[in-house]
């Protein structure tokens, strides 16, 4: 029989029962002293943990006190985790228990075999549509029917519908910088008939500020959530829930103003709020066959890959690709393809930080 296979049968009672250790104080006096039973607890000092114990006695009659076991409720206890202090300011961040619908989103979440299209429920839809004065006949019609094939598509995926911003048009609707929405253009289209009459609204004229328009989406976009990100880490919730976005821009010419450091700039902000690599994406489409448009779009692609910063941009040309015209279903797979990309390419960053694992995943 082993050393501690049968605890000390008490004088009165035939079963086996755990004594309590007697506790003495620093001062030599014990509980046990005046009552012999049922001995009160000492007087726990600051700081200090007085864990209870058992006396287990082993076959030759000798004493041996050890720990008690947890009571139930402190065994079912969940353990504390361990998690660092967040540092205000720092890109360093703490993973949240609950993930936001943003951190949710995997490239099996976006391709689904029976619906190629599952990827826009997780994002905001924003179309910048060229009204220059190049845009007039063929090239106008063909934008427009090509939105109107869009929108339906859209809204059955997600219920806020499209957003529609025109390079030159400006609509009367405000703001809501509260929100991440830029004003002077047209939110929630979720209809044909509505998008329809927008298009009714609208003659093109005038030239191209492709950057200006860029500017009034991305710079209240990345405003919001830069705050959004500020409050989380204050609140220790490391998971900004803020909807990711993908502005499809359609062109036929080359942008008269500055577009570059527009993208460049806001993809820096980004970068400085450590937001996903799909929380902006950027996709260039030529309508038409402009050489002009072309040379613009293929430049673009390549001067923000020297930039040093995240890649958020993609650029089509429609010409060579075996159409002759851009279609609804094209463009949401170009669009689809940039987002897979991203998270491709964030998957594969996620594991190069990890630590270097054997066969069988030990190191």
Not at 291 to 306: C, I
Request: proline content about 7%; overall charge neutral.
């Amino acid at each position: 029989m082993g050393l501690f296979s049968k605890f000390r049968k008490s004088k009165k009672e035939s079963s086996v029962r755990p004594q309590l250790a007697s506790t003495t104080s620093s001062s030599g006096y014990s509980a046990h002293d005046d009552f012999g039973c049922n001995p009160s607890p000492p007087t726990r000092r600051p700081g200090q943990h007085n864990p209870p114990v058992i006396i287990l006695s082993d076959p030759d009659g000798r004493d041996h006190v050890v720990d008690a076991p947890p009571s139930y409720s402190e065994a079912t206890k969940p353990a504390a985790l361990s998690v660092p202090a967040a540092r205000l300011g720092s890109n360093v961040r703490n993973a949240s228990p609950t993930p936001s619908a943003a951190s949710a989103i995997t490239v099996e979440s976006v391709t689904r075999a029976e619906d190629p299209y599952a990827f826009l429920t997780s994002f905001d839809t924003v179309f910048v549509i060229d009204d220059s004065y190049s845009m007039k006949g063929s090239n106008w019609k063909e934008v427009r029917a090509l939105l109107e094939s869009i929108t339906p598509i859209c809204a059955d995926h997600d219920s806020d519908g499209v957003d529609v911003y025109f390079l030159n048009y400006k609509s009367s609707q405000a703001p809501l910088p509260k929100q991440g929405k830029p004003g002077l253009g047209f939110r929630n289209i979720n209809s044909h008939r509505r998008l329809s009459s927008i298009f009714e609204q609208v003659q093109p004229s005038l030239a191209t500020p492709i950057g200006q328009t860029l500017q009034r989406i991305l710079k209240p976009y990345t405003a919001y959530y830069t705050e959004q990100a500020r409050k989380a880490e204050l609140r220790g919730d490391y998971e900004i829930d803020v909807k990711p976005m993908n502005i499809i821009v359609i062109t036929d010419g080359a942008a008269t103003d500055e577009v570059e450091s527009v993208i460049v700039n806001h993809a820096k902000k980004l970068d400085k709020a450590d937001a996903p690599a799909y929380q902006v994406g950027i996709q260039f489409f030529q309508v038409g066959k402009d050489s002009r448009a072309r040379d613009f779009l293929r430049g673009l692609d390549d001067d923000l890959a020297e930039n040093g910063v995240r890649d958020m941009v993609d650029t089509m040309s429609w010409e060579g690709r075996g159409s002759r015209s851009l279609s609804a279903d094209g463009i949401l797979k170009t669009v689809l393809g940039a987002v897979v990309k991203r998270l491709d390419r964030r998957r594969l960053s996620e594991e190069s930080r990890r630590p270097n694992m054997g066969p069988r995943g030990r190191f």
